[in-house]
């Protein structure tokens, strides 16, 4: 057809919150300022609201993986020993970055689709008790898979461990108690359930993290967060020059999350990945992960012999929208469609229907409506109870 709206529906960079959007119009402002040092101290708040921690957190001129970068560097020393969970490609970067920053790797893995379970957490932990530190991904956004971060927070709390956890896409599609739990380092990415452009990372700092960044000695610079937090309690707001026009965004952003409330954008994500795998099912399709899939994405695998490349083209193609493949091993294998952020019920309609046409113009047997009729079956018994029952 001839209008195509394009459509990101990637587990990042997400679709926008319009009004965030326009909000970064404002940004000619001086980083030095008073007025913006308030705009910052404002997002600050804010994020340990929607965060749920009294911890510290900053907010990094950097895409997610800095995060994960500052996260290493600012608690740990060249050779000291952590134990790393690793479920797909995400896990595979923060063994990319223990073995960067000459950390000792206990490298915990699991199958891609699969989840190192706590237990092994727990083992891990009985046979390194000199273990420094403890990562995992909350969300493993390259299978779609979920990790029990409760669970493994309670393994690594009874010892001297920090858990740090990449919950880039794990923050506003499942629950995570940062402080009840114990996780010492969390880290969030904007372009994911944030809602606004790549740009940001987020860091939560627990006391116990903080005690560790005393003797921490790899070398760092530009990601030095005690710096930071010296500039923040200041009153001068950054040692760099923050990235202002994400941070008036990210503000807008939070307010929505705020009135929204952290637990209803969780539950937005989980509705919309139970619709999303009511409707896989109905197309005849196979979930990825299916020992723990999550919510901020489904990867469902192509039907056989066909190369998920072609569903991925024919979204672009069709309807100007644009969806994951596979990456790495797993391109041409899987697709992915996410639902974390900002996206509703209309969006899984209109992309389950694509889905649909696509499939079945490529030899897929499908029952045209099969999938949208299940994805209205999950909103219908949540939000129109009375119609079900009519
Ligand atoms: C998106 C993402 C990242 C960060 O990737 P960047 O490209 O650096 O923003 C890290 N971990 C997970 C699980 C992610 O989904």
């Known amino acids: 057809m001839h209008i195509k709206k394009q459509r990101l529906l990637t587990p990042g960079p997400t679709p926008l919150y319009p009004p965030a959007l326009h909000a970064m119009m404002a940004s000619d402002v001086h980083h030095r ?4 040092v308030k705009i910052q101290n404002q997002a600050l708040a804010s994020l340990k609201e929607v965060l749920g921690t009294s911890n510290d957190v900053f907010i990094l001129v950097s895409s997610g993986s800095g995060g994960l970068d500052a996260s290493a560097s600012n608690f740990l020393s060249m050779g000291d020993k952590v134990i790393v969970c690793t479920a797909g490609k995400f896990g595979e970067r923060w063994v990319e970055i223990a073995k960067a920053y000459s950390l000792n790797a206990v490298v915990l893995k699991a199958e891609y689709g699969d989840v190192v379970t706590p237990d092994r957490v727990e083992a891990a932990l009985a046979e390194n008790p000199d273990a420094k ?27 001297d461990a920090l858990f740090i956890v990449d919950a880039i896409t794990g923050i506003g599609t499942m629950p995570l ?19 606004i452009p790549p740009g940001l990372a987020f860091v939560t700092v627990s006391p116990k993290a903080w005690k560790a960044n005393e003797s921490a000695s790899i070398p760092r610079f530009y990601f030095d967060l005690k710096k930071e937090k010296k500039m923040i309690e200041k009153g001068e707001g950054s040692s760099w020059t923050p990235n202002t026009s994400h941070i008036i965004a990210l503000n807008a952003a939070l307010d929505y999350i705020k009135q929204l409330g952290m637990p209803k954008l969780v539950e937005n994500a989980e509705l919309l990945a139970k619709a999303t795998r009511a409707a896989a099912a109905a197309l005849g399709l196979e979930l990825f992960a299916k020992t723990s899939p999550g919510n901020s994405v489904t990867a469902i695998k192509a039907p056989a012999g066909m190369d998920s490349g072609v569903i991925v083209k024919g979204f672009k193609t069709h309807f100007g929208a644009i969806i994951a493949n596979g990456q790495g091993s797993m391109k041409g294998q899987i697709f992915r469609m996410a639902h974390l952020g900002y996206f509703d019920f209309a969006d899984m309609f209109a992309v389950i229907a694509a889905l649909e046409l696509i499939l079945q113009a490529n030899g897929h047997k499908v029952e045209l409506g099969a999938g949208v009729a299940a994805v209205q079956r999950v909103y219908a018994e949540v939000a129109m109870p009375q119609t079900v029952n009519a």
């Open 133 to 159: 530190a403890v990562f995992v991904q909350a969300s493993e956004t390259s299978t779609g898979a979920m990790h029990d971060v409760k669970s493994m927070a309670a393994a690594v709390k009874k010892t």
């Open 33 to 36: 300022t008073q007025d913006f």
């Open 177 to 195: 108690d940062i402080d009840g739990w114990g996780i010492d380092v969390c880290i969030g990415g904007s372009q994911k359930s944030f809602m």
